[in-house]
T-cell receptor, first 114, second 115 residues
Framework: AQSVAQPEDQVNVAEGNPLTVKCTYS??????LFWYVQYPNRGLQFLLK??????LVKGSYGFEAEFNKSQTSFHLKKPSALVSDSALYFC????????????FGKGNQVVVIP | DSGVTQTPKHLITATGQRVTLRCSPR?????VYWYQQSLDQGLQFLIQ???????AKGNILERFSAQQFPDLHSELNLSSLELGDSALYFC??????????????FGEGSRLTVL
């Protein structure tokens, strides 16, 4: 079954510094990969996805993610973090062959320090 | 605003009771998904419906059941509630083919507390 791992519970970064949130995946076949963000007391919001093509995917709010097949990773990045980026970030994967469900990681709490 | 509406937002009940959570998907979306979010288990997929029919099943307990009605709204029924069922329950929807791209639109959740 497909799964994702987000190894860090919390990521602390100073405002203006680069932000990276790590994700590795396990899936049969080629994956569909996603990042979602959850602000306090809100539902999850879609940020970006990788389906095929360019390994660098650009998404909402200045976020991007890099797909690395050899390392089975899909790390989320932002060049310059904002205090408003403080939230819970989820990586998710769906395999291409017949399984319609998304498997989410446990999430990473990002804290951007002013 | 995602366009997905969930009610109630908060619910407090006792062990052994039964509750129903309701979800209205985005206008035009045929697929509805239910997820459970808890601190120890993270975000767990429960069940998916497409146009009234069950499409995929995840880690849903036998005490839980769901259905999708002709108007496409969905209900998640939780019975014989236990303390461990306390969690945030999310509904999400997607358009026809939306599942192919994985863009789910989430409601703001129903927080269930079992005392």
């Amino acid at each position: 079954a497909q799964s994702v791992a987000q190894p860090e519970d919390q990521v602390n970064v100073a405002e203006g510094n680069p932000l990276t949130v790590k994700c590795t995946y396990s899936v049969s076949g080629n994956p569909y990969l996603f990042w979602y963000v959850q602000y306090p007391n809100r539902g999850l919001q879609f940020l970006l996805k990788y389906i095929t093509g360019d390994n660098l995917v650009k998404g909402s709010y200045g976020f991007e993610a890099e797909f690395n097949k050899s390392q089975t990773s899909f790390h989320l990045k932002k060049p310059s973090a904002l205090v408003s980026d403080s939230a819970l970030y989820f990586c998710a994967v769906r395999d291409r062959y017949g399984n319609n469900r998304l498997a989410f990681g446990k999430g990473n709490q990002v804290v951007v320090i002013p | 605003d995602s366009g997905v509406t969930q009610t109630p937002k908060h619910l407090i009940t006792a062990t052994g009771q039964r509750v129903t959570l309701r979800c209205s998907p985005r206008s035009g979306d045929l697929s509805v998904y239910w997820y459970q979010q808890s601190l120890d288990q993270g975000l767990q997929f429960l069940i998916q419906y497409y146009n009234g029919e069950e499409r995929a099943k995840g880690n849903i307990l036998e005490r839980f059941s769901a259905q999708q009605f002709p108007d496409l709204h969905s209900e998640l029924n939780l019975s014989s509630l236990e303390l461990g069922d306390s969690a945030l329950y999310f509904c999400a929807s997607s358009a026809i083919g939306g599942q192919v791209t994985g863009e789910l639109f989430f409601g703001e959740g129903s927080r269930l507390t079992v005392l």
